[in-house]
């Protein structure tokens, strides 16, 4: 059981990761996680427990807790430059083995110039089946097209 989607960003790596990084400006932009909830302060770090506050198509809103695990800022790998982010969903849920789930996202930038934007959440675990994967799909969709909307604006 997974979600994914993926979208070609006219914009720069260093851009696109500076809004993906924003947690505090998805508000203005994002309209499936439209807020994020941190405790910690400064720029996130590896470790760090989030609330997202989570918007279905429909206007379902769900407080998602999550912990960052991989922040691997832009970096030059060949003659492809990646950055990575990640982070786990931390409820009741996850700690009891109910429901499991891990969000990537990559961003990949060639020579052309362009920023290639993925992202995946599998899910698992005993009571998994009854995630709502189409509209995780869904969410998904809609916020990679408003990270493009939005780091193409930047640039």
Do not use: C
């Not at 499991?100 to 362009?114: P, Y």
Request: glycine letters at 6%; aromatic letters at 10%; hydrophobic letters at 40%.
């Amino acid at each position: 059981m997974f979600a994914q989607t993926a979208v070609s960003i006219n914009a720069p790596i260093a851009t696109v990761w500076d809004v993906m990084m924003d947690l505090d400006s998805y508000q203005e932009w994002n309209p499936f996680i439209e807020r994020v909830d941190r405790r910690a302060a400064g720029p996130a770090k590896v470790g760090d427990k989030l609330v997202l506050h989570v918007r279905f198509r429909g206007g379902k809103l769900v407080a998602s807790p999550e912990r960052i695990t991989l922040i691997d800022p832009p970096a030059l790998d060949g003659a492809v430059t990646k950055a990575r982010l990640e982070y786990e969903f931390y409820g009741f849920l996850h700690r009891t083995w109910m429901i499991r789930g891990r969000r990537a996202q990559w961003l990949e930038q060639d020579a052309s110039g362009a920023t290639r934007y993925r992202t995946e959440e599998r899910f698992h675990g005993l009571m998994a089946k009854y995630t709502p994967v189409r509209s995780v799909q869904d969410g998904f969709e809609r916020h990679a097209a408003a990270l493009k909307k939005r780091a193409e604006a930047s640039a």
